[in-house]
């Protein structure tokens, strides 16, 4: 980027051209906007980026989201905790809640296996999941890893760890396309994805 602009004016274009979506175009709208937009605006921008990464971290029970030790949807007396969906990111969580089908409480991989990205089992968080079957009283693991190569992948790894345990698994299925992320589904397909649940094992 030539010097036209002030050394920290780059700086903030050079920063919004990072994120996802973002051309140099936009970028430079973007900082212009900040430039000339009210102090107290800007602050509110900038402390809710410093905010997002200092108060959010992982649930200790399901690793979703949480600015607790135990997230939302774990703390709710009203989820039966004897259902556990499992999906690869927060924002499938989001995408399934969005349904506003499920009643069950979550389990978040942090990914699927992917050994040729250097994505062992033992990166994501499989072995919390199977100590939570271990210590008892789920009835049912719903797989809601993405319909693709990896998220299948990642399924069917995880429900043969989970065999030895007197637990039902199933696979959202119905209305999904193979090949496809939860993140493109719409409510509708999802929500006959998680009524059309079959058991995978
Ligand atoms: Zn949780």
Known sequence: MGSVYTETLNRLIEQFGKLPGI???????????????????????????????????RCEICFNLAEQ??????????????????????????KLEKTGACQWVYHVLGGHIAPL?????????????VERVRSGGVKE???????NMAGDGTALYISSLLKPFDVKITRLARGLATGSTLEYASP???????????QLQ
Not at 117 to 129: A, F, S
């Open 141 to 147: 693991v719903i797989m809601a890893t993405n319909p």
């Open 117 to 129: 990205d250097g994505v062992e089992p033992e990166d994501l968080t499989i072995n919390q999941l």
């Open 23 to 57: 051309g140099p175009k936009t970028a430079e709208r973007l900082a212009f906007h900040i430039l000339k937009s009210e102090p107290a605006e800007a602050m509110a921008l900038a402390n809710a980026i410093r905010d997002v990464k200092h108060k959010i971290k």
């Open 69 to 94: 030790a135990v997230c939302q949807i774990c703390s709710d007396p009203r989820r039966d905790k004897a259902l556990i969906c499992v999906v690869e990111q927060p924002k499938d969580v989001i």
């Open 188 to 198: 509708k397909m999802l929500t006959d994805a998680i009524t059309g649940r079959q």
